[in-house]
Protein backbone atom coordinates (compact mmCIF):
# COMPACT_ATOMS: atom_id res chain seq x y z
CA UNK A 1 0.00 0.00 0.00
CA UNK A 2 1.07 3.51 -0.38
CA UNK A 3 2.97 5.80 2.53
CA UNK A 4 1.12 8.94 0.75
CA UNK A 5 0.30 11.41 3.54
CA UNK A 6 -3.26 12.81 3.19
CA UNK A 7 -4.63 15.50 4.78
CA UNK A 8 -6.63 15.16 8.08
CA UNK A 9 -9.85 16.13 9.25
CA UNK A 10 -10.73 17.54 12.65
CA UNK A 11 -14.01 15.85 14.04
CA UNK A 12 -14.67 18.36 16.05
CA UNK A 13 -18.53 19.65 15.40
CA UNK A 14 -19.55 17.39 13.35
CA UNK A 15 -22.53 15.55 14.34
CA UNK A 16 -23.33 13.61 11.08
CA UNK A 17 -21.51 10.23 9.58
CA UNK A 18 -22.48 11.48 5.84
CA UNK A 19 -21.18 15.15 7.03
CA UNK A 20 -18.22 13.84 8.19
CA UNK A 21 -17.39 11.31 5.08
CA UNK A 22 -17.94 14.18 2.69
CA UNK A 23 -15.27 15.88 4.59
CA UNK A 24 -12.98 13.37 4.16
CA UNK A 25 -13.53 13.03 0.40
CA UNK A 26 -12.31 16.60 0.19
CA UNK A 27 -9.46 16.22 2.37
CA UNK A 28 -8.43 13.00 0.42
CA UNK A 29 -10.23 11.78 -2.67
CA UNK A 30 -7.65 9.31 -4.17
CA UNK A 31 -7.06 7.98 -0.82
CA UNK A 32 -7.80 4.31 -0.33
CA UNK A 33 -11.29 4.05 1.99
CA UNK A 34 -12.05 0.11 1.36
CA UNK A 35 -9.64 -2.77 0.02
CA UNK A 36 -11.45 -6.26 -0.34
CA UNK A 37 -8.76 -8.90 -1.22
CA UNK A 38 -9.50 -12.32 -2.34
CA UNK A 39 -7.32 -15.53 -3.17
CA UNK A 40 -7.24 -13.51 -6.61
CA UNK A 41 -6.98 -10.28 -6.54
CA UNK A 42 -7.41 -7.24 -4.78
CA UNK A 43 -9.76 -4.07 -4.94
CA UNK A 44 -9.72 -0.55 -3.90
CA UNK A 45 -12.50 1.78 -3.55
CA UNK A 46 -10.98 5.29 -2.61
CA UNK A 47 -12.82 7.81 -1.23
CA UNK A 48 -13.81 10.24 -4.08
CA UNK A 49 -15.00 6.32 -5.90
CA UNK A 50 -16.84 5.49 -2.62
CA UNK A 51 -18.45 9.33 -2.62
CA UNK A 52 -19.66 8.81 -6.14
CA UNK A 53 -20.90 5.44 -5.96
CA UNK A 54 -23.36 6.03 -2.94
CA UNK A 55 -24.09 9.54 -4.59
CA UNK A 56 -25.47 7.40 -7.50
CA UNK A 57 -27.45 5.10 -5.25
CA UNK A 58 -28.83 7.57 -3.37
CA UNK A 59 -30.11 9.52 -6.32
CA UNK A 60 -31.90 5.96 -7.25
CA UNK A 61 -33.69 5.60 -4.03
CA UNK A 62 -35.14 8.98 -3.61
CA UNK A 63 -36.29 9.03 -7.37
CA UNK A 64 -37.86 5.97 -6.23
CA UNK A 65 -39.18 8.02 -3.04
CA UNK A 66 -37.87 5.64 -0.56
CA UNK A 67 -36.42 7.99 1.53
CA UNK A 68 -37.61 7.36 5.47
CA UNK A 69 -38.01 3.72 4.19
CA UNK A 70 -36.67 0.15 5.40
CA UNK A 71 -34.75 -1.24 2.97
CA UNK A 72 -33.52 -5.01 3.12
CA UNK A 73 -29.67 -4.93 1.66
CA UNK A 74 -28.86 -8.33 0.76
CA UNK A 75 -25.05 -8.69 -0.16
CA UNK A 76 -22.33 -11.33 -0.11
CA UNK A 77 -19.21 -10.06 1.78
CA UNK A 78 -17.63 -6.84 -0.81
CA UNK A 79 -17.45 -3.44 -1.45
CA UNK A 80 -20.93 -3.24 -3.11
CA UNK A 81 -22.48 -3.51 0.34
CA UNK A 82 -20.54 -0.67 1.75
CA UNK A 83 -21.68 1.21 -1.46
CA UNK A 84 -24.99 0.52 -0.57
CA UNK A 85 -25.17 1.37 2.91
CA UNK A 86 -23.94 4.47 2.50
CA UNK A 87 -25.99 5.46 -0.18
CA UNK A 88 -29.11 4.79 1.99
CA UNK A 89 -27.67 6.67 4.52
CA UNK A 90 -27.38 9.71 1.62
CA UNK A 91 -30.83 9.41 0.82
CA UNK A 92 -32.40 9.03 4.11
CA UNK A 93 -33.04 5.69 3.58
CA UNK A 94 -32.81 3.36 6.61
CA UNK A 95 -30.59 0.25 5.85
CA UNK A 96 -31.99 -2.96 7.09
CA UNK A 97 -28.82 -5.06 6.50
CA UNK A 98 -28.79 -9.62 6.59
CA UNK A 99 -27.19 -12.59 5.92
CA UNK A 100 -27.69 -13.68 2.77
CA UNK A 101 -30.17 -16.83 2.85
CA UNK A 102 -28.62 -19.70 2.20
CA UNK A 103 -28.88 -22.99 4.71
CA UNK A 104 -32.30 -23.08 6.21
CA UNK A 105 -31.60 -22.05 9.07
CA UNK A 106 -30.54 -18.30 7.72
CA UNK A 107 -33.86 -18.65 5.91
CA UNK A 108 -36.02 -18.71 8.45
CA UNK A 109 -34.11 -15.81 10.23
CA UNK A 110 -34.45 -13.86 7.10
CA UNK A 111 -38.11 -14.64 6.49
CA UNK A 112 -38.80 -13.46 9.71
CA UNK A 113 -36.96 -10.35 9.70
CA UNK A 114 -38.45 -9.26 6.02
CA UNK A 115 -41.98 -9.09 7.93
CA UNK A 116 -40.75 -7.95 10.99
CA UNK A 117 -39.14 -5.21 9.47
CA UNK A 118 -42.35 -4.07 7.03
CA UNK A 119 -39.69 -4.30 4.01
CA UNK A 120 -41.24 -2.55 0.80
CA UNK A 121 -37.33 -2.99 -1.59
CA UNK A 122 -34.73 -4.87 -1.85
CA UNK A 123 -31.19 -3.25 -2.63
CA UNK A 124 -28.83 -5.73 -4.05
CA UNK A 125 -26.75 -7.01 -6.94
CA UNK A 126 -27.70 -8.45 -10.75
CA UNK A 127 -25.91 -11.36 -10.01
CA UNK A 128 -27.39 -11.96 -6.15
CA UNK A 129 -30.83 -10.78 -7.58
CA UNK A 130 -30.39 -14.12 -10.07
CA UNK A 131 -28.84 -16.27 -7.22
CA UNK A 132 -31.43 -16.11 -4.81
CA UNK A 133 -34.47 -16.08 -7.24
CA UNK A 134 -35.22 -12.27 -5.63
CA UNK A 135 -37.86 -11.95 -8.51
CA UNK A 136 -39.68 -14.54 -6.14
CA UNK A 137 -39.91 -12.74 -2.90
CA UNK A 138 -42.59 -10.33 -3.68
CA UNK A 139 -40.56 -7.43 -2.81
CA UNK A 140 -39.47 -4.96 -5.59
CA UNK A 141 -35.69 -4.58 -5.87
CA UNK A 142 -32.72 -2.38 -6.89
CA UNK A 143 -29.91 -3.01 -8.68
CA UNK A 144 -26.76 -0.77 -7.02
CA UNK A 145 -24.88 -2.18 -10.23
CA UNK A 146 -27.36 -0.93 -12.60
CA UNK A 147 -27.96 2.33 -11.16
CA UNK A 148 -27.94 5.74 -13.32
CA UNK A 149 -24.92 7.93 -12.83
CA UNK A 150 -25.67 10.95 -10.47
CA UNK A 151 -26.17 14.32 -11.12
CA UNK A 152 -22.75 16.20 -10.32
CA UNK A 153 -24.05 18.66 -8.01
CA UNK A 154 -26.15 15.50 -5.85
CA UNK A 155 -25.47 16.75 -2.30
CA UNK A 156 -27.08 14.45 0.49
CA UNK A 157 -28.96 16.10 3.46
CA UNK A 158 -27.70 16.73 7.24
CA UNK A 159 -29.35 13.67 9.61
CA UNK A 160 -30.73 14.62 13.04
CA UNK A 161 -29.09 12.82 15.94
CA UNK A 162 -32.80 11.78 16.32
CA UNK A 163 -33.49 10.16 13.00
CA UNK A 164 -33.03 6.70 12.38
CA UNK A 165 -29.70 5.58 11.07
CA UNK A 166 -30.18 1.94 10.49
CA UNK A 167 -31.86 -1.63 11.91
CA UNK A 168 -29.15 -3.91 13.58
CA UNK A 169 -30.75 -6.85 13.87
CA UNK A 170 -29.79 -9.08 17.01
CA UNK A 171 -27.85 -12.16 16.26
CA UNK A 172 -30.86 -14.16 18.10
CA UNK A 173 -29.11 -16.54 20.64
CA UNK A 174 -32.04 -16.76 22.89
CA UNK A 175 -35.13 -16.09 20.59
CA UNK A 176 -36.04 -14.61 17.29
CA UNK A 177 -34.07 -11.40 15.90
CA UNK A 178 -35.00 -8.06 17.16
CA UNK A 179 -34.28 -5.34 15.08
CA UNK A 180 -32.43 -2.35 17.24
CA UNK A 181 -33.34 1.42 16.20
CA UNK A 182 -29.83 2.57 15.76
CA UNK A 183 -30.27 6.58 15.21
CA UNK A 184 -27.75 9.02 14.24
CA UNK A 185 -27.26 10.36 17.63
CA UNK A 186 -26.42 6.65 18.92
CA UNK A 187 -24.47 6.22 16.15
CA UNK A 188 -22.21 8.97 16.59
CA UNK A 189 -21.76 8.48 20.06
CA UNK A 190 -20.53 4.60 19.75
CA UNK A 191 -18.00 5.91 17.01
CA UNK A 192 -16.39 8.52 19.20
CA UNK A 193 -16.16 6.08 22.21
CA UNK A 194 -14.81 3.04 19.63
CA UNK A 195 -12.26 5.85 18.84
CA UNK A 196 -11.50 7.49 21.77
CA UNK A 197 -11.42 3.25 23.59
CA UNK A 198 -9.00 1.94 20.87
CA UNK A 199 -7.24 5.25 20.80
CA UNK A 200 -7.76 5.65 16.69
CA UNK A 201 -6.43 8.44 15.06
CA UNK A 202 -6.02 8.57 11.02
CA UNK A 203 -2.76 6.82 10.85
CA UNK A 204 -5.04 3.19 12.12
CA UNK A 205 -5.25 0.72 9.09
CA UNK A 206 -7.76 -1.87 9.88
CA UNK A 207 -8.01 -5.47 8.71
CA UNK A 208 -11.42 -7.48 8.77
CA UNK A 209 -12.60 -10.50 8.12
CA UNK A 210 -16.09 -10.16 10.48
CA UNK A 211 -19.63 -10.59 8.62
CA UNK A 212 -20.61 -6.93 7.42
CA UNK A 213 -24.55 -7.60 9.01
CA UNK A 214 -23.16 -8.01 12.02
CA UNK A 215 -22.53 -4.71 14.51
CA UNK A 216 -19.07 -5.61 15.19
CA UNK A 217 -18.53 -5.57 11.12
CA UNK A 218 -20.09 -3.06 10.43
CA UNK A 219 -20.24 -0.22 13.11
CA UNK A 220 -16.45 -1.32 13.62
CA UNK A 221 -15.26 -2.01 10.26
CA UNK A 222 -17.35 0.06 7.94
CA UNK A 223 -18.66 3.34 9.80
CA UNK A 224 -15.81 3.73 12.35
CA UNK A 225 -13.24 3.74 8.98
CA UNK A 226 -15.50 6.12 7.42
CA UNK A 227 -15.85 8.26 9.97
CA UNK A 228 -11.96 8.19 11.18
CA UNK A 229 -10.97 8.73 7.43
CA UNK A 230 -9.25 5.97 7.50
CA UNK A 231 -8.40 2.52 5.22
CA UNK A 232 -9.60 -0.56 6.15
CA UNK A 233 -9.08 -3.79 4.84
CA UNK A 234 -11.87 -6.70 4.20
CA UNK A 235 -12.04 -10.19 3.15
CA UNK A 236 -14.47 -12.61 3.17
CA UNK A 237 -15.53 -14.46 6.45
CA UNK A 238 -15.20 -17.71 4.60
CA UNK A 239 -11.92 -16.64 3.30
CA UNK A 240 -10.65 -16.92 6.97
CA UNK A 241 -12.51 -19.84 8.01
CA UNK A 242 -10.94 -21.74 5.73
CA UNK A 243 -7.82 -20.49 5.88
CA UNK A 244 -7.11 -18.74 8.95
CA UNK A 245 -3.63 -17.69 8.59
CA UNK A 246 -4.96 -15.13 5.38
CA UNK A 247 -6.08 -13.20 8.36
CA UNK A 248 -2.49 -12.90 9.88
CA UNK A 249 -1.35 -12.16 6.46
CA UNK A 250 -3.43 -9.65 5.87
CA UNK A 251 -2.47 -7.78 8.37
CA UNK A 252 1.18 -8.56 7.84
CA UNK A 253 1.10 -7.46 4.59
CA UNK A 254 -1.01 -3.82 4.72
CA UNK A 255 0.64 -3.19 8.17
CA UNK A 256 -2.59 -3.16 10.20
CA UNK A 257 -2.72 -1.74 13.54
CA UNK A 258 -6.63 -2.78 14.08
CA UNK A 259 -8.24 -5.97 14.06
CA UNK A 260 -10.01 -8.44 16.04
CA UNK A 261 -13.18 -10.56 16.53
CA UNK A 262 -14.48 -13.21 18.87
CA UNK A 263 -12.60 -15.73 20.81
CA UNK A 264 -13.28 -18.48 18.07
CA UNK A 265 -11.45 -15.89 15.43
CA UNK A 266 -8.53 -16.88 17.63
CA UNK A 267 -9.18 -20.06 18.94
CA UNK A 268 -9.68 -20.64 15.00
CA UNK A 269 -6.04 -20.12 14.38
CA UNK A 270 -4.13 -21.89 16.68
CA UNK A 271 -6.14 -25.13 15.54
CA UNK A 272 -5.60 -24.79 11.89
CA UNK A 273 -2.45 -22.50 11.14
CA UNK A 274 0.67 -24.51 10.76
CA UNK A 275 4.26 -23.61 11.66
CA UNK A 276 5.04 -23.34 7.30
CA UNK A 277 2.19 -21.17 6.60
CA UNK A 278 3.75 -18.30 9.16
CA UNK A 279 7.01 -17.88 7.00
CA UNK A 280 7.80 -13.98 6.43
CA UNK A 281 4.75 -13.26 8.86
CA UNK A 282 5.06 -9.87 10.88
CA UNK A 283 2.48 -8.82 13.20
CA UNK A 284 4.54 -6.11 14.98
CA UNK A 285 1.98 -3.67 13.26
CA UNK A 286 -0.68 -4.69 15.01
CA UNK A 287 -1.14 -2.86 18.63
CA UNK A 288 -5.05 -3.08 19.16
CA UNK A 289 -6.19 -7.09 18.97
CA UNK A 290 -10.25 -6.36 20.27
CA UNK A 291 -12.05 -9.47 21.01
CA UNK A 292 -15.60 -9.53 22.21
CA UNK A 293 -18.87 -10.72 21.17
CA UNK A 294 -18.76 -13.40 23.65
CA UNK A 295 -16.97 -14.40 26.96
CA UNK A 296 -13.37 -13.93 26.71
CA UNK A 297 -11.17 -16.94 26.92
CA UNK A 298 -8.08 -15.94 28.58
CA UNK A 299 -6.50 -19.44 27.99
CA UNK A 300 -6.94 -18.77 23.94
CA UNK A 301 -5.82 -15.72 24.39
CA UNK A 302 -2.43 -16.74 26.05
CA UNK A 303 -2.08 -19.65 23.89
CA UNK A 304 -2.37 -17.48 20.85
CA UNK A 305 0.22 -14.39 22.20
CA UNK A 306 2.72 -17.18 22.75
CA UNK A 307 2.12 -18.80 19.47
CA UNK A 308 2.25 -15.78 17.39
CA UNK A 309 4.97 -13.70 19.70
CA UNK A 310 8.07 -15.34 17.41
CA UNK A 311 5.82 -13.42 14.57
CA UNK A 312 5.97 -10.11 16.56
CA UNK A 313 2.74 -10.45 18.38
CA UNK A 314 2.58 -8.67 21.38
CA UNK A 315 0.22 -10.07 24.30
CA UNK A 316 -0.38 -5.70 25.14
CA UNK A 317 -2.49 -5.56 22.39
CA UNK A 318 -5.43 -7.57 23.35
CA UNK A 319 -8.28 -5.39 23.81
CA UNK A 320 -11.30 -7.76 25.80
CA UNK A 321 -14.33 -5.30 25.26
CA UNK A 322 -17.57 -5.54 26.06
CA UNK A 323 -21.05 -4.77 23.73
CA UNK A 324 -23.77 -5.82 21.70
CA UNK A 325 -26.16 -4.76 18.78
CA UNK A 326 -28.94 -2.63 21.11
CA UNK A 327 -25.73 -0.51 22.26
CA UNK A 328 -24.48 0.16 18.80
CA UNK A 329 -21.34 -1.58 19.61
CA UNK A 330 -19.21 -1.32 22.55
CA UNK A 331 -19.63 0.08 25.77
CA UNK A 332 -16.41 -1.01 28.07
CA UNK A 333 -12.83 -1.09 27.47
CA UNK A 334 -9.05 -1.41 28.65
CA UNK A 335 -6.48 1.28 28.17
CA UNK A 336 -5.38 0.40 24.45
CA UNK A 337 -1.92 -0.98 25.13
CA UNK A 338 -2.98 -2.51 28.90
CA UNK A 339 -3.59 -5.62 27.33
CA UNK A 340 -5.23 -8.73 29.16
CA UNK A 341 -6.34 -8.47 32.84
CA UNK A 342 -7.31 -11.44 34.53
CA UNK A 343 -8.73 -12.92 37.88
CA UNK A 344 -8.83 -16.09 39.53
CA UNK A 345 -12.27 -16.72 40.91
CA UNK A 346 -13.52 -19.16 43.60
CA UNK A 347 -15.78 -21.59 41.93
CA UNK A 348 -18.17 -22.21 44.57
CA UNK A 349 -18.52 -18.95 46.06
CA UNK A 350 -18.95 -17.68 42.55
CA UNK A 351 -21.93 -20.51 41.92
CA UNK A 352 -23.38 -18.77 44.72
CA UNK A 353 -23.27 -14.92 43.18
CA UNK A 354 -19.97 -14.13 45.33
CA UNK A 355 -16.75 -13.22 43.86
CA UNK A 356 -13.71 -13.88 45.62
CA UNK A 357 -10.12 -14.65 45.07
CA UNK A 358 -9.36 -17.84 44.16
CA UNK A 359 -6.92 -19.56 46.52
CA UNK A 360 -4.13 -22.70 46.07
CA UNK A 361 -5.89 -25.83 46.74
CA UNK A 362 -9.22 -24.74 45.78
CA UNK A 363 -11.26 -24.65 43.00
CA UNK A 364 -11.30 -21.37 40.72
CA UNK A 365 -11.43 -20.32 37.22
CA UNK A 366 -9.93 -17.33 35.31
CA UNK A 367 -12.35 -14.33 34.00
CA UNK A 368 -11.58 -11.89 31.98
CA UNK A 369 -12.00 -7.57 32.80
CA UNK A 370 -13.93 -6.27 29.91
CA UNK A 371 -12.87 -3.13 31.19
CA UNK A 372 -14.43 0.30 32.14
CA UNK A 373 -17.60 1.84 30.73
CA UNK A 374 -16.10 4.39 27.83
CA UNK A 375 -17.14 8.03 27.47
CA UNK A 376 -19.58 8.48 30.19
CA UNK A 377 -21.66 5.34 29.72
CA UNK A 378 -22.97 3.72 32.77
CA UNK A 379 -23.10 -0.10 33.88
CA UNK A 380 -24.49 -1.25 36.72
CA UNK A 381 -25.25 -4.75 38.36
CA UNK A 382 -28.71 -5.77 39.28
CA UNK A 383 -30.48 -8.35 41.02
CA UNK A 384 -31.85 -10.12 38.39
CA UNK A 385 -35.04 -10.84 40.99
CA UNK A 386 -35.21 -8.17 43.39
CA UNK A 387 -34.39 -5.00 40.60
CA UNK A 388 -31.61 -3.56 43.41
CA UNK A 389 -28.71 -2.35 42.39
CA UNK A 390 -25.45 -4.85 43.36
CA UNK A 391 -22.13 -3.84 45.23
CA UNK A 392 -18.93 -4.77 43.28
CA UNK A 393 -18.03 -8.46 43.66
CA UNK A 394 -21.70 -9.76 43.56
CA UNK A 395 -23.00 -11.81 40.29
CA UNK A 396 -26.47 -10.17 38.59
CA UNK A 397 -27.47 -8.71 35.13
CA UNK A 398 -25.60 -5.99 34.12
CA UNK A 399 -27.49 -2.91 32.94
CA UNK A 400 -25.93 0.15 30.73
CA UNK A 401 -26.81 3.29 30.03
CA UNK A 402 -26.02 6.38 27.90
CA UNK A 403 -25.79 7.93 24.56
CA UNK A 404 -25.23 4.68 22.26
CA UNK A 405 -28.47 2.79 23.60
CA UNK A 406 -30.52 1.88 20.59
CA UNK A 407 -34.18 3.23 20.30
CA UNK A 408 -35.65 0.66 21.39
CA UNK A 409 -36.96 -2.63 19.28
CA UNK A 410 -38.98 -2.17 15.73
CA UNK A 411 -41.87 -3.06 15.35
CA UNK A 412 -41.66 -4.48 19.36
CA UNK A 413 -43.26 -2.44 21.75
CA UNK A 414 -43.54 -5.89 24.39
CA UNK A 415 -39.66 -6.53 24.11
CA UNK A 416 -38.55 -2.76 23.96
CA UNK A 417 -40.71 -2.09 27.57
CA UNK A 418 -39.32 -5.32 28.74
CA UNK A 419 -35.78 -4.49 27.90
CA UNK A 420 -35.41 -0.57 27.35
CA UNK A 421 -36.19 2.86 29.39
CA UNK A 422 -35.42 0.23 32.75
CA UNK A 423 -35.27 1.87 35.89
CA UNK A 424 -32.61 -0.11 38.84
CA UNK A 425 -33.84 0.68 42.61
CA UNK A 426 -32.51 4.14 43.64
CA UNK A 427 -31.68 4.70 39.65
CA UNK A 428 -32.78 6.82 36.93
CA UNK A 429 -35.27 5.03 34.04
CA UNK A 430 -32.97 5.34 31.04
CA UNK A 431 -31.03 1.73 31.40
CA UNK A 432 -30.85 -1.20 29.01
CA UNK A 433 -30.77 -4.45 30.51
CA UNK A 434 -28.46 -6.96 28.61
CA UNK A 435 -29.62 -10.32 29.47
CA UNK A 436 -25.68 -10.90 30.49
CA UNK A 437 -24.34 -11.80 34.31
CA UNK A 438 -21.67 -9.94 35.04
CA UNK A 439 -19.88 -8.73 38.25
CA UNK A 440 -18.06 -5.42 38.97
CA UNK A 441 -14.73 -5.19 40.77
CA UNK A 442 -12.51 -2.16 40.71
CA UNK A 443 -15.38 -0.42 38.04
CA UNK A 444 -14.56 -2.82 35.86
CA UNK A 445 -16.54 -5.30 34.08
CA UNK A 446 -16.42 -8.88 34.24
CA UNK A 447 -18.88 -11.13 32.18
CA UNK A 448 -20.00 -14.96 33.47
CA UNK A 449 -22.51 -15.63 31.06
CA UNK A 450 -26.19 -14.93 29.78
CA UNK A 451 -29.03 -15.07 32.67
CA UNK A 452 -31.02 -17.26 30.34
CA UNK A 453 -28.29 -19.61 29.61
CA UNK A 454 -27.07 -20.68 33.57
CA UNK A 455 -27.59 -23.65 34.43
CA UNK A 456 -29.23 -23.74 38.15
CA UNK A 457 -28.53 -27.34 40.28
CA UNK A 458 -29.45 -27.77 43.44
CA UNK A 459 -29.30 -24.38 44.08
CA UNK A 460 -26.03 -23.62 42.50
CA UNK A 461 -25.25 -21.74 39.10
CA UNK A 462 -23.34 -23.15 36.82
CA UNK A 463 -21.71 -21.17 33.60
CA UNK A 464 -22.46 -23.78 30.29
CA UNK A 465 -19.40 -22.03 28.65
CA UNK A 466 -17.23 -23.34 31.75
CA UNK A 467 -18.74 -26.74 31.69
CA UNK A 468 -18.27 -26.81 27.39
CA UNK A 469 -14.33 -25.85 28.16
CA UNK A 470 -14.02 -28.54 30.78
CA UNK A 471 -15.53 -30.65 28.09
CA UNK A 472 -13.04 -30.12 25.52
CA UNK A 473 -10.01 -30.08 26.97
CA UNK A 474 -10.74 -33.53 28.68
CA UNK A 475 -10.38 -35.66 25.36
CA UNK A 476 -9.03 -34.97 21.54
CA UNK A 477 -11.22 -34.87 18.65
CA UNK A 478 -14.02 -32.91 19.59
CA UNK A 479 -14.88 -29.72 17.21
CA UNK A 480 -13.33 -26.53 19.03
CA UNK A 481 -16.44 -24.12 20.04
CA UNK A 482 -19.06 -26.48 19.12
CA UNK A 483 -20.02 -27.86 22.21
CA UNK A 484 -23.41 -26.96 24.48
CA UNK A 485 -23.96 -27.53 28.21
CA UNK A 486 -27.56 -27.18 29.42
CA UNK A 487 -30.35 -28.50 32.00
CA UNK A 488 -33.37 -30.61 31.83
CA UNK A 489 -35.97 -32.18 34.04
CA UNK A 490 -35.35 -35.88 34.76
CA UNK A 491 -36.02 -37.54 37.48
CA UNK A 492 -38.30 -34.90 39.29
CA UNK A 493 -34.59 -32.93 39.36
CA UNK A 494 -32.19 -30.54 37.19
CA UNK A 495 -30.14 -32.63 35.35
CA UNK A 496 -26.62 -31.40 33.41
CA UNK A 497 -26.65 -32.50 29.66
CA UNK A 498 -23.58 -32.44 27.53
CA UNK A 499 -23.52 -32.13 24.09
CA UNK A 500 -20.47 -31.96 21.77
CA UNK A 501 -19.87 -32.08 17.78
CA UNK A 502 -16.99 -34.85 16.96
CA UNK A 503 -14.25 -33.53 14.34
CA UNK A 504 -15.42 -35.32 10.86
CA UNK A 505 -11.97 -37.28 10.70
CA UNK A 506 -12.44 -38.61 14.27
CA UNK A 507 -15.99 -40.15 13.58
CA UNK A 508 -15.48 -43.64 12.43
CA UNK A 509 -12.04 -44.12 14.93
CA UNK A 510 -13.47 -42.42 17.88
CA UNK A 511 -13.74 -44.89 21.49
CA UNK A 512 -17.74 -43.11 22.36
CA UNK A 513 -17.49 -44.70 25.64
CA UNK A 514 -13.81 -43.98 26.83
CA UNK A 515 -14.63 -40.57 25.20
CA UNK A 516 -17.99 -39.99 27.29
CA UNK A 517 -16.17 -41.47 30.11
CA UNK A 518 -13.13 -38.99 30.48
CA UNK A 519 -16.15 -36.13 29.70
CA UNK A 520 -17.79 -37.19 33.04
CA UNK A 521 -14.86 -37.50 35.27
CA UNK A 522 -13.37 -34.01 34.30
CA UNK A 523 -16.73 -32.66 34.23
CA UNK A 524 -17.22 -34.07 38.18
CA UNK A 525 -13.26 -32.82 38.91
CA UNK A 526 -14.10 -29.66 38.12
CA UNK A 527 -17.21 -28.47 39.14
CA UNK A 528 -18.58 -31.54 41.23
CA UNK A 529 -21.43 -32.66 39.17
CA UNK A 530 -21.84 -36.01 37.05
CA UNK A 531 -24.01 -35.33 33.56
CA UNK A 532 -27.02 -36.92 33.23
CA UNK A 533 -26.66 -37.38 29.24
CA UNK A 534 -23.37 -36.68 27.28
CA UNK A 535 -24.44 -37.02 23.26
CA UNK A 536 -21.67 -37.07 20.62
CA UNK A 537 -23.39 -35.42 17.03
CA UNK A 538 -21.76 -35.33 13.80
CA UNK A 539 -20.15 -31.52 12.74
CA UNK A 540 -22.71 -29.01 12.14
CA UNK A 541 -25.56 -30.56 14.34
CA UNK A 542 -25.48 -27.41 16.80
CA UNK A 543 -27.97 -24.52 16.17
CA UNK A 544 -25.39 -20.93 15.84
CA UNK A 545 -26.69 -17.58 15.30
CA UNK A 546 -25.78 -16.08 11.94
CA UNK A 547 -22.65 -14.52 14.10
CA UNK A 548 -21.59 -18.09 15.01
CA UNK A 549 -22.73 -17.46 18.44
CA UNK A 550 -24.13 -20.92 20.07
CA UNK A 551 -28.52 -21.62 20.17
CA UNK A 552 -28.00 -23.27 23.66
CA UNK A 553 -31.94 -22.81 23.80
CA UNK A 554 -32.33 -24.07 20.45
CA UNK A 555 -30.24 -27.42 21.48
CA UNK A 556 -31.86 -28.27 24.73
CA UNK A 557 -34.93 -27.58 22.92
CA UNK A 558 -34.16 -29.93 19.91
CA UNK A 559 -32.66 -32.59 23.17
CA UNK A 560 -36.41 -32.38 24.53
CA UNK A 561 -37.98 -33.41 21.10
CA UNK A 562 -35.48 -36.44 20.60
CA UNK A 563 -34.05 -34.92 17.71
CA UNK A 564 -30.87 -34.89 18.16
CA UNK A 565 -29.10 -37.56 16.29
CA UNK A 566 -25.84 -39.02 18.58
CA UNK A 567 -23.37 -40.90 17.00
Given at each position: MSSTNYGRVDDAGFSCLVTMFKAHVLAHPDKAAFVFITRAQEQTLSFAELDKCASNIASTLLAHNLAGQNVLLVFTPGLEFIKAFLGCLYANVIPVPVNTPTQTSSVDRFEKIVQDAAIGRVLTTADLYARYKIQDWDIPALLVDEVPIAEPDFQPDDSQPGDVAFIQYTSGSTGDPKGAVITHGNLISNLEMIK???GNDE?????????????????????????????????????????????????????GTTSGGPTFGYAHCLARIKEEDCAGLDLSSWRLAYCGAEPVNAQV??????????????????????????????????????????????RQALADGQVLPGVEGSPSDIYVSNGKAINGQRVVIVHPEGGGTLAENQVGEVWVAGSSIAAGYLNNPSATAQRFACQPEGGSADFYRTGDLGFLRDGELYITGRLKDVIILRGRNYYPQDIEQVAYGAVAGLREGCGVAFSTNADSEEQLVIVYEVEKSHINTLDKASVTTCIRQAVINHFGVSPHRIILIKPKGIPKTSSGKLRRSALAQLFTQGALEAL
Open positions: SGFHIVGVNWLPLFHDMGLVGNVLQPIWLGITCIHMSPLEFVQKPVRWLRAISDYKLDAFAQRFAPFGFNASSFYPCYGMAETTLIVTGPTAGSGMRKLSVD
